[in-house]
């Protein structure tokens, strides 16, 4: 099976779905500094760095079709950006031109005719425009006018071997017939929920503002005095409640919420939803679970709890690497997908074969 990855990133999907055994065909984003990570990571792949709005159909149907020589199937995956439509974004707008990148997939999807589409996105993506005219409504409109048998859910990433707590919305489409919701690998009854511990555990011991000999993207940021004695009396899975007073900010000392920030994650637990600034202490409980590794998990370990393999090749600044990790589909949940995409094909190509 063949994959196109639009809106792909640094190739978080596009990785699960390799290790799954599909095949990386092409792959599209308008990031430059995520461009040249795929392109070091998928050289086998064509790829175009541009604007989808300025890309033409037919051109990346014709290259489609050099590529398929033997007419294998298709899955299209198309990830777009979350931001417009994230609870945490408090400046979204309906303005946005991002908001309107799904609509333009489905030109692709009337030159291409898919046999699989994957969407993930933020939870509530799909309730966004519920009650009136919006992308999503307009891309269900689409699924169903092109005769497309399509499921929605909400996978937790830590469910399908990620150690990291994260919710997502997917949308999974086919043209041979309906598809059920992926079978979790990990819960209850199913193999343990993977922890930090598991993907981080052997890393070596670096500090602030390091950079190990063997790893460049074993680094992380330098600390200033303020933060350096905060995490140095912050627990494993601790946070600012181990203070002494002095060191919590005035905006923290009458508000109760927002426990993340400045604390330090747990090694027998998944970590928390990794952001675009992951590589930041102050930013979310990113802070190393060892108490005597005073710093922000490196981004290697970053790119681990998204479950990259640990020689996956980043291009850019630390904060261009961690923008890529932090917004990529956990590799080892779009393996899972892949693999539950690939036995669906078999169960079903008799199907197909007599729908043709």
Known sequence: ???????????????????????????????????????????????????????????????????????????????????????????????????????????????????YIFIENVPGLQNIDKDKEGPYKRFIQFLNM?????????????????????????LLASKIGQLDIPAKTHGEGLLPIPTVKDFIGGFPVIKAGEIHPDDPWHRCPTLNERNLE?????????DRRNWPDYLINKCHKTHSGHMDVYGRMSWDKPAPTL??????????????????????????????????????????????????????????MAKQFGLAIQRHYLDNREFKTLKK
């Open 1 to 115: 099976m063949k994959v196109i990855d639009f809106f792909s990133g640094c190739g978080g999907a596009s990785e699960g779905l390799r290790q799954a055994g599909l095949d990386i065909a092409i792959g599209l984003d308008f990031d430059k500094k995520a461009a040249e990570t795929y392109e070091a990571n998928f050289p086998e792949a064509k790829f175009y760095n541009v604007d989808i709005r300025e890309l033409d159909e037919k051109e990346v149907a014709t290259a489609f079709k050099d590529i398929n020589q033997k007419e294998e199937p298709l899955l299209l995956v198309a990830c777009a950006p979350c931001q417009p439509f994230s609870s945490q974004n408090k400046a979204k707008s309906e303005d946005d031109i991002r908001r309107t990148l799904l609509d333009e997939t489905h030109r692709f999807i009337n030159a291409l005719k898919p046999d």
């Open 275 to 332: 952001t675009t600034r992951c590589y930041s202490y102050s930013n979310g409980r990113f802070g190393h679970p060892d108490t005597n590794q005073h710093r922000a998990i490196s981004v290697r370990e970053a790119s681990r709890l998204q479950t990259f393999p640990k020689d996956f090749i980043f291009k850019g600044s630390v904060v261009e690497a961690s923008r890529q990790i932090g917004n990529a589909v956990p590799c080892e």
């Open 146 to 170: 092109q005769n497309y048998k399509f499921i929605e859910f909400i996978a937790k990433s830590e469910e399908y071997g990620v150690p990291q707590r994260r919710k997502r919305f997917v």
């Open 230 to 238: 905060r995490i140095q009396h912050t627990l494993e899975g601790g």
